[in-house]
């Protein structure tokens, strides 16, 4: 079981980025999908961004392309999320998940999951 580790959360004025980071471990990085997940109170968990093992494929929601990047560096062990123009809407936890098989954009079909990490975006 590969294990996931988010940080980079806070709190930012709206018109603010932040990177958001997960820290992998356990197996081996470079054969996992990864992908960012957010959730907000009394809201289902939605898809925001995911790439593929190798980095070449990307995939970002409609309401994120423009603004948010996803990224990783194999040799790191390390996915991002760049989030740049933050929304008061962008508020939820951000959750960081893991597979071996090809990405997809929902949820369940994610078996490794990190902790989440906090995003609050002040209007």
């Known amino acids: 079981q590969v294990q996931l580790v988010e940080s980079g959360g806070g709190l930012v004025q709206a018109g603010g980025s932040l990177r958001l980071s997960c820290a992998a471990s356990?197996?081996?990085?470079?054969?996992?999908?990864m992908g960012w997940f957010r959730q907000a109170p009394g809201e289902e968990r939605e898809f925001v961004a995911a790439?593929?093992?190798?980095?070449?494929?990307?995939s970002l929601a409609a309401s994120v392309k423009g603004r948010f990047t996803i990224s990783r560096d194999n040799a790191k062990n390390t996915v991002y999320l760049q989030m740049n123009s933050l929304k008061p809407e962008d508020t939820a936890v951000y959750y960081c998940?893991?597979?071996?098989?090809?990405?997809?954009?929902?949820?369940?079909?994610?078996?490794?999951w990190g902790q989440g990490t906090q995003v609050t975006v002040s209007s």
């Open positions: 998940a893991a597979t071996t098989l090809h990405f997809s954009v929902l949820h369940y079909e994610w078996p490794n």
């Open positions: 356990g197996r081996t990085f470079s054969n996992y999908a």
């Open positions: 790439i593929s093992q190798s980095g070449s494929s990307t």
